[in-house]
């Protein structure tokens, strides 16, 4: 699952298209107690879940990191143009002065404790956007430099 939270009001349901979904329902699950921002988003793709954006597991993020789709690693398209669309409208965001976070998490008990493994801070000036991938447990804090 991958939840936002932003300090913008705007209504991210402008954004939804086939590959980008926003919904100010959140799906439930413990990770969302972590979102610190007023504005909570689930985000969905595609496939209607978060399944279909790219996404790392965190125990290759230390070695594999931010980085393009590879032939060696099979990558969906859909989830490569999904994740592209995705990351330009959390730069339009940011660029316009908000803040923006979100955790990737996967859904479980509602009422477990919140698990994260850990954050990493998102320099979208830095990364480039075809590089961006979700790592999983993570909290992600997006910034850019206008």
């Known amino acids: 699952m991958t939840i936002i939270s932003t300090t913008s009001d705007l209504d991210l349901t402008k954004f939804n298209s086939s590959d980008v979904i926003f919904d100010s329902e959140l799906p ?55 994740t592209l669309k995705l990351i330009k409208i959390f730069k339009e965001i940011i660029i316009s002065g908000k803040k923006l976070e979100c955790i990737d998490a996967w859904a479980h008990n509602p009422s477990a404790e919140p698990y994260i493994e850990g954050n990493v801070v998102v320099n979208l000036n830095e990364i480039p956007e075809p590089s961006f991938r979700f790592i999983e447990n993570y909290h992600h804090e997006f910034i850019c430099n206008t």
């Open 28 to 82: 439930g699950v413990p990770e969302e107690k972590l979102l610190k921002y007023s504005h909570k988003w689930y985000v969905g793709s595609y496939q209607g879940c978060s399944c279909g954006f790219r996404h790392l597991m965190a125990v290759n993020f230390p070695d594999l990191g931010f980085a393009a789709p590879e032939e060696w690693f099979q990558e969906n398209k859909e989830d490569i143009d999904a």
